[in-house]
């Protein structure tokens, strides 16, 4: 083999090793399994009784936004919640937007099984909480690594969101925020 073909060679097979974690960390493209489908109807129904929703933001990213977070954790007040901090000043957004939102996730298309993600640090921009029959329901929503995770009473699901429901309603609807605010 001549300096010209290895090289080549070599050059073609770095990149496709490095071509994943130079992507979105997000792959998604696959169905809900039988079990998540079956999570995901009963977190439909909790869905359906919702009231009193309430929006936090989280506060900055503690990989990637480390001197951020760190004065967040010291100046602002935050509480924690499933792993993560949160401001304790809820978010104003309309009722319809609201709506807008748990009905997205409610939408069996929105969701996909939740991929492996080797860049990804799992970090919610935004946190939807609110009663259902009597029980707490939290809805985390990461813009990072396209992710849903609801939690109840029954566990936590989580599943990644399809590439239409992130880019033409989520982030059109409920816009990723600066961190610093």
């Known amino acids: ?11 073609g097979l770095v990149s496709a090793a490095l071509l994943p974690s130079c992507a979105s960390c997000w792959s998604g493209g696959i169905p809900l399994r039988p079990g998540e489908a079956a999570a995901h109807q009963l977190a439909v ?5 919702a009231s009193n929703v309430v929006v936090y933001r989280g506060l900055a990213h ?9 004065r967040q954790l010291r ?7 499933h792993g993560f901090e949160f401001f304790s000043e809820p978010v104003s957004v309309p009722a319809s937007t609201v709506k807008n939102l748990l009905d997205l996730y409610s939408d069996p298309d929105s969701h996909q099984t939740l ?25 985390q929503i990461c813009y990072g ?3 849903w995770r609801h939690f109840c009473s ?11 429901a992130y880019f033409d309603k989520l982030t059109v609807w409920l816009p990723k925020a600066d961190a610093g605010h």
Not at 75 to 81: A, D, I, K, L, S
């Open 75 to 81: 100046t602002v007040n935050h509480f924690y919640q």
């Open 154 to 164: 029954r566990g936590v699901l989580q599943t990644d969101i399809n590439e239409p």
């Open 115 to 139: 991929s492996i993600k080797s860049i990804c640090h799992y970090h919610p921009d935004y946190s939807l909480v609110w009663n259902s029959g009597g029980e707490e329901q939290i809805l």
């Open 45 to 49: 129904a909790d869905i359906r009784n």
């Open 1 to 11: 083999m001549n300096l010209k073909t290895a090289s080549t060679t070599l050059l």
């Open 62 to 70: 503690p990989q990637t936004q480390k001197q951020l977070y760190a």
């Open 145 to 147: 690594c396209h992710e």
